[in-house]
Nanobody
Framework: QVQLVESGGGLVQAGGSLRLSCAAS????????MGWYRQAPGKQRELVAS???????NYADSVKGRFTISRDNAKNTRYLQMNSLKPEDTAVYYC??????????????WGTGTSVTVSS
Protein backbone atom coordinates (compact mmCIF):
# COMPACT_ATOMS: atom_id res chain seq x y z
CA GLN A 1 0.00 0.00 0.00
CA VAL A 2 1.40 3.36 -1.03
CA GLN A 3 1.69 6.11 1.57
CA LEU A 4 2.88 9.68 1.42
CA VAL A 5 4.36 11.01 4.64
CA GLU A 6 4.69 14.75 4.96
CA SER A 7 6.65 16.84 7.41
CA GLY A 8 7.99 20.33 7.92
CA GLY A 9 5.03 22.65 8.33
CA GLY A 10 4.65 25.12 11.14
CA LEU A 11 4.41 28.74 12.18
CA VAL A 12 6.89 31.30 10.90
CA GLN A 13 7.12 35.06 10.68
CA ALA A 14 6.90 36.84 7.37
CA GLY A 15 10.23 36.74 5.61
CA GLY A 16 11.15 33.45 7.22
CA SER A 17 11.70 30.01 5.72
CA LEU A 18 10.34 26.51 6.03
CA ARG A 19 11.13 23.26 4.29
CA LEU A 20 8.49 20.67 3.56
CA SER A 21 9.29 17.08 2.74
CA CYS A 22 7.19 14.31 1.27
CA ALA A 23 8.30 10.70 1.24
CA ALA A 24 6.57 7.95 -0.71
CA SER A 25 6.67 4.42 0.64
CA UNK A 26 5.16 1.07 -0.23
CA UNK A 27 5.17 -1.19 -3.24
CA UNK A 28 5.80 1.00 -6.28
CA UNK A 29 6.63 0.21 -9.86
CA UNK A 30 7.39 3.84 -10.69
CA UNK A 31 6.97 7.46 -9.64
CA UNK A 32 6.52 10.33 -12.03
CA UNK A 33 5.22 13.72 -10.98
CA MET A 34 5.37 14.76 -7.31
CA GLY A 35 4.67 18.09 -5.73
CA TRP A 36 2.43 20.18 -3.55
CA TYR A 37 -0.91 21.86 -3.75
CA ARG A 38 -2.13 24.26 -1.10
CA GLN A 39 -5.50 25.36 0.11
CA ALA A 40 -6.11 28.50 2.11
CA PRO A 41 -9.32 29.05 4.05
CA GLY A 42 -12.16 29.91 1.70
CA LYS A 43 -10.04 29.37 -1.40
CA GLN A 44 -9.67 26.65 -3.98
CA ARG A 45 -6.76 24.25 -3.89
CA GLU A 46 -3.94 25.47 -6.12
CA LEU A 47 -0.79 23.91 -7.46
CA VAL A 48 2.31 25.28 -5.75
CA ALA A 49 5.14 23.33 -7.33
CA SER A 50 5.87 20.02 -8.96
CA UNK A 51 8.86 18.05 -10.15
CA UNK A 52 9.18 14.96 -12.30
CA UNK A 53 11.59 12.12 -11.70
CA UNK A 54 13.60 13.54 -14.57
CA UNK A 55 13.86 16.90 -12.84
CA UNK A 56 11.43 19.07 -14.77
CA UNK A 57 9.85 21.63 -12.48
CA ASN A 58 6.74 23.76 -12.49
CA TYR A 59 5.86 26.60 -10.12
CA ALA A 60 2.87 28.80 -9.45
CA ASP A 61 3.60 32.37 -10.47
CA SER A 62 3.02 33.50 -6.89
CA VAL A 63 5.94 31.45 -5.55
CA LYS A 64 8.49 31.70 -8.36
CA GLY A 65 11.80 32.96 -7.08
CA ARG A 66 10.88 32.15 -3.47
CA PHE A 67 10.14 28.43 -3.44
CA THR A 68 12.37 25.64 -4.73
CA ILE A 69 11.32 22.05 -5.23
CA SER A 70 13.93 19.31 -5.28
CA ARG A 71 14.08 15.54 -5.31
CA ASP A 72 15.93 12.57 -3.91
CA ASN A 73 14.90 9.75 -6.20
CA ALA A 74 16.78 7.14 -4.17
CA LYS A 75 14.63 8.00 -1.16
CA ASN A 76 11.42 8.62 -3.14
CA THR A 77 11.34 11.99 -1.42
CA ARG A 78 10.66 15.52 -2.59
CA TYR A 79 11.45 18.74 -0.77
CA LEU A 80 9.90 22.18 -0.97
CA GLN A 81 12.17 24.93 0.30
CA MET A 82 10.03 27.99 1.02
CA ASN A 83 11.87 31.28 1.50
CA SER A 84 10.70 34.86 1.93
CA LEU A 85 7.38 33.59 3.17
CA LYS A 86 4.41 35.92 3.08
CA PRO A 87 1.15 35.86 5.06
CA GLU A 88 -0.63 34.92 1.84
CA ASP A 89 1.35 31.67 1.78
CA THR A 90 -0.65 30.57 4.82
CA ALA A 91 -2.48 27.38 3.86
CA VAL A 92 -2.60 23.65 4.28
CA TYR A 93 -0.06 22.15 1.92
CA TYR A 94 -0.87 18.77 0.39
CA CYS A 95 1.77 16.57 -1.13
CA UNK A 96 0.80 14.44 -4.12
CA UNK A 97 2.53 11.81 -6.21
CA UNK A 98 1.69 10.05 -9.45
CA UNK A 99 2.65 6.46 -8.78
CA UNK A 100 2.35 3.19 -10.64
CA UNK A 101 1.94 0.14 -8.44
CA UNK A 102 2.21 -2.05 -11.53
CA UNK A 103 3.07 -1.31 -15.18
CA UNK A 104 0.67 1.13 -16.86
CA UNK A 105 -1.45 1.51 -13.73
CA UNK A 106 -0.91 5.08 -12.57
CA UNK A 107 -2.79 6.79 -9.77
CA UNK A 108 -2.44 10.08 -7.93
CA UNK A 109 -1.86 9.68 -4.23
CA TRP A 110 -2.24 12.40 -1.62
CA GLY A 111 -0.73 13.15 1.73
CA THR A 112 -2.86 14.23 4.67
CA GLY A 113 -1.63 17.80 4.55
CA THR A 114 0.63 19.94 6.65
CA SER A 115 -0.25 23.38 7.93
CA VAL A 116 1.88 26.43 7.16
CA THR A 117 1.07 29.67 8.95
CA VAL A 118 2.94 32.88 8.20
CA SER A 119 2.42 35.72 10.63
CA SER A 120 2.82 39.35 9.65
Amino acid sequence: QVQLVESGGGLVQAGGSLRLSCAASGSMFGIDDMGWYRQAPGKQRELVASITTGGSTNYADSVKGRFTISRDNAKNTRYLQMNSLKPEDTAVYYCYADIATEPSTWMRYWGTGTSVTVSS
